[in-house]
């Protein structure tokens, strides 16, 4: 699916940095820019190279200027906020369209004068082209003018004041770092022109650094007569030898529709979905293997957002070699019953401080293998499912254990083992030690998976189904509320315990059940009627005395509201799967969910085009916060499209 957006759309300057596109390279690298070709952040970039898989980033290529001149005509193409807005570039209002498929596509019409600006970005490299279609309709020659400004610093940075860059033929060196270019157009080296004072509003809005830095020492020039329409382009990247921009085109786009093709999906939506999937996939060059980026701009792989991904993003999409390989490398990191929440990077130890990452890699394995019948993995996975069972009866990191009365506790202190992890200094908001509810649901799930392993790989007589038993027992004694008509959230002793979160809907959505049928209907009823919206579930009951309507400001203000009411994406997978196991995947229910999905085709036009954001404010939630584009937002929504088919 084409996305079109007009002058509607970016009416003013601060509209047309609402929306956003996202390229990657499946190194860890990528490209994104406002849909007016400006950067709203200072993580955006035209070109993001990767230097080491996935997460050694520099920022090289910034952003770009661009100047058209044409008789009486002489204006910005390109759009940039300076601190002082009297002095920002206005090329948005110039710009009659911007689309997006495979890639951006900018239009631009001045003055008897279009120009059509593309950009690609390269599977596999750190090579990014960029295309200027100009099409001269007027009396006069019409020259372009483009300068990248750059920055060759690490993802997040701010260059020196001092930083210089050297220019050579069809080279650029900065700070130790080379950046090869071909172009066809006149490049020329120009005094250098240090750039201050850029004006990020999304990172304003975020409590971020507001405020950025680029250089520039060369400028490509490119003219079209009257009546002639011809095409500039420009190629770069971190290897001498570069492709051209077409190539690098058929690549992108073969890349894209192989993902949409595989997954095999009828709606147009799911397949938009399955390509966005593909964008989290990366490289990793420690355990040369791929892994699931989290989010962009912002995040790594973790262990536990690669596993509640993995499932929607790789086996209903059809990956499945790359599904085994991710599950592969977990098998190799498993230590002391405990999978990695981040991995190795350069001589640091992986960090394993997740109570839920190793559950769900036994409920991943066993997704596996429904679908593929491959039982010589699971063979193969065995043992390391075992242990981690064996470690969380006994105890392992984090005060990680089974309680006597079959449950899972965890944490302790200034832990942070779940996904409402957050730590503000010596707060901790959502400390949830004790027993988690989803944690405890991931528990027997595991239990059960692993007596049905047991049968059929292992001739060792473990009692996994006994515990499943007693976990079952003690789980709708402890955690059901029978006056909210729900689940608590966590066992802890505490007020917390009470309070109505998303976390209950999994104990539902799982494959087997740990409620009574009447029980599980309630607790959908009750997430719908007090956490749903159309694009993800509120972290809290707004009821709650806690609960915090807005996402934004100082980081103290993000953390302490990050999990206290925000809307999340990725837990309206859970929801949809509950209500249409708790309705017998019933015709009725499944058209009912088809037509509540279609709230996620706005969603894809807003933010990240073409993808789904990590949260939205809990009050009213319009515009996607975050990391704008979320793997497992993508994954569990994908899994509802699979449980439509």
């Not at 008789?71 to 910005?76: L, Q, V, Y």
């Not at 786009?253 to 979905?273: H, M, Y």
């Not at 065995?382 to 309680?403: A, C, N, Q, R, W």
């Not at 009470?498 to 539902?508: D, G, L, M, P």
Request: charged share 25%.
């Amino acid at each position: 699916m084409k996305f079109t957006y007009g002058k509607q759309d970016f009416k003013t300057f601060e509209r047309g940095e609402e929306n956003c596109y996202l390229m990657v390279n499946g190194l860890g690298g990528f490209s994104s820019l406002s849909m007016t070709g400006s950067c709203s952040r200072n993580d955006q970039a035209v070109l993001m190279a990767c230097l080491r898989s996935p997460n050694n980033r520099y920022n090289m290529i910034h952003r770009l200027e661009e100047r058209l001149v044409a008789g009486d005509t002489r204006c910005f193409l390109s759009s940039q906020d300076y601190q002082d807005h009297d002095k920002r570039e206005d090329g948005y209002l110039k710009q009659s369209r911007f689309t997006y498929e495979d890639y951006p596509c900018f239009t631009y019409e001045t003055g008897g004068v279009e120009v059509v600006r593309t950009i690609v970005l390269a599977p596999g490299e750190n090579t990014v082209g960029i295309s200027y279609r100009i099409r001269n309709r007027s009396e006069y020659p019409a020259t372009l003018t483009v300068q990248p400004q750059m920055q060759f610093v690490p993802k997040g940075e701010r260059m020196s004041r001092t930083q210089r860059f050297t220019y050579s033929e069809g080279k650029i060196n900065s700070n130790g770092l080379d950046l090869y270019f071909v172009t066809n157009g006149r490049a020329k080296e120009i005094p250098y022109r240090f750039c201050e004072t850029l004006y990020y509003s999304s990172d304003v809005a975020d409590g971020k650094m507001s405020l950025g830095r680029c250089g520039a020492n060369h400028e490509i020039s490119f003219t079209a007569v009257p009546g002639e329409t011809k095409t500039l382009n420009m190629v770069y990247g971190t290897r001498q030898k570069l492709p051209s921009v077409e190539e690098i085109e058929k690549q992108l786009v073969g890349w894209r529709k192989s993902w949409r093709e595989r997954a095999g999906f009828a709606e147009k939506n799911a397949q938009i979905l399955a390509a966005a999937a593909g964008q989290f996939i990366s490289a990793r060059e420690s355990t040369q293997k791929s892994t699931i980026l989290a989010g962009f701009p912002f995040f790594e792989d973790w262990g536990r957002d690669t596993m509640i991904a993995l499932p929607g993003c790789c086996l209903c999409t059809g990956q499945y070699e790359l599904a085994k390989e991710i599950l592969e490398t977990f098998i190799a990191y498993c230590k002391d019953g405990l999978m990695p929440n981040l991995f190795p990077e350069g001589g640091q130890d992986p960090m394993y401080n997740t109570v839920d990452a190793a559950l769900l890699f036994i409920l991943a394995v066993y997704e596996y293998e429904k679908r593929t019948g491959d039982t010589c993995f699971v063979k193969q996975a065995y043992p390391v499912m075992e242990s981690i069972i064996e470690h969380y009866l006994k105890g392992t990191g984090f005060g990680i254990h089974m309680d006597s009365d079959g449950l899972i506790m965890a944490g302790g202190g200034y832990d942070q083992v779940t996904w409402m992890d957050v730590r503000v200094e010596d707060i901790l908001p959502t400390p949830r030690h004790g027993k988690p509810v989803e944690v405890n649901a991931y528990w027997y799930n595991a239990l059960r998976i692993m007596e049905e392993f047991q049968k059929r790989f292992s001739e060792a007589d473990k009692d996994y189904g006994e515990l499943a038993d007693q976990a079952a027992s003690s789980f709708a004694d402890s955690f059901w509320n029978e006056e909210a008509g729900c689940l608590k959230d966590v066992i802890s002793g505490t007020e917390a315990d009470n309070q109505i979160r998303c976390n209950q809907i999994w104990a539902v959505s799982l494959p087997f059940s740990l409620l009574s049928d009447e029980q599980e209907r309630r607790v959908v009823e009750t997430v719908y009627r007090k956490l749903y919206t159309p694009y993800g579930l509120r972290t809290l009951d707004p009821e709650d005395k806690e609960f915090r309507p807005f996402y934004g400001g100082a980081q103290l203000d993000r953390d302490l509201s990050y999990h206290q009411g925000t809307v999340w994406t990725f837990p309206l997978g859970g929801y949809y799967l509950a209500y249409l196991k708790v309705n017998g995947y019933s015709e009725e229910a499944k058209t009912y969910v088809r037509e509540q999905l279609q709230s996620i085709e706005p969603a894809l036009r807003e933010g990240c085009v073409g993808q789904l954001p990590e949260i939205y404010d809990g009050g009213n939630p319009v515009s996607s916060k975050g990391c704008f584009a979320q793997a497992w937002s993508v994954g569990e929504i994908l899994r509802v499209y699979d449980a439509l088919r």
